[in-house]
């Protein structure tokens, strides 16, 4: 099965902005929401946007997301030693009737 | 608070089965879709299955479909994947999640890790 088009890595330095994006089609992200997951090292994935552009309670708002289009991304700003993980983005996909992930992107900060 | 705990992986040869459970706790367990999701060892997520709130639909991906069976009891606040004719691309850590809303895992267990191996 196929997955969301994500970039492998992504690197910035402390107080930087970086964004993620993340490309599918009209049967996912053009027609359905897009979340986005953080998995930290050794830790399951935890959600952290929804519905395009939503943050849980708990998550600090240096997290944002955004969709447009079959498109999406994940802007992390004022970007911290803790931020270093891996981030999916997942998006319902009516071919597939159920959810489809992104590769992942491993984001380092340096 | 939301907790889910899977229990069940292990070690076993292909062709082989196995049976994984989720123990959920902090919510009203009937009221939510559960899924599965499978992160294979260095690599991305891949979802398995999933299971409406009362039980009655089911869903498969193509990788499982035919060999997995996802099942829940209510009354027991759990959740179970049994897993029949395993492959040794069937290896990885198996994940269940809550599922409020067409893939919007909110709560992810720790995971259980499964190894289809000889």
């Known amino acids: 099965q196929s997955v969301l088009t994500q970039p492998p890595s992504a690197s910035g330095t402390p107080g930087q902005k970086i964004t993620i994006s993340c490309s599918g089609s009209?049967?996912?992200?053009?027609?359905?929401?897009v979340h986005w997951y953080q998995q930290l090292p050794g830790t399951a994935p935890k959600l952290l946007i929804y519905?395009?552009?939503q943050r849980p309670s708990e998550v600090p708002d240096r997290f944002s997301g955004s969709k447009s289009g079959t498109s999406a991304s994940l802007a992390i700003s004022g970007l911290r030693s803790e931020d270093e993980a891996n981030y999916y983005c997942?998006?319902?996909?009516?071919?597939?009737?159920?959810?489809?992930f992104g590769g992942g992107t491993k984001l380092t900060v340096l | 608070q939301v907790q889910l705990v899977e229990s069940g992986g292990g070690l076993v040869k292909p062709g082989g089965s196995l049976r994984l459970s989720c123990a959920a706790s902090?919510?009203?367990?009937?009221?939510?879709?559960m899924s599965w999701i499978r992160q294979t060892p260095g690599k991305g997520l891949e979802w398995v299955s999933y299971?409406?709130?009362?039980?009655?639909?089911?869903y498969y991906a193509d990788s499982v479909k035919g060999r997995f069976t996802i099942s829940r009891d209510n009354a027991k606040n759990s959740l179970y994947l049994q897993m029949n004719s395993l492959r040794a691309e069937d290896t990885a850590v198996y994940y269940c999640?809550?599922?409020?809303?067409?893939?919007?895992?909110?709560?992810w267990g720790q995971g259980t890790l499964v190894t289809v191996s000889s």
């Open positions: 902090g919510f009203t367990f009937s009221d939510y879709y």
């Open positions: 519905r395009n552009n």
């Open positions: 299971i409406s709130s009362n039980g009655f639909s089911r």
């Open positions: 009209s049967s996912n992200i053009g027609s359905n929401y």
């Open positions: 997942a998006g319902w996909d009516d071919s597939l009737s159920g959810p489809l």
């Open positions: 999640a809550r599922d409020p809303n067409y893939g919007e895992l909110d709560y």
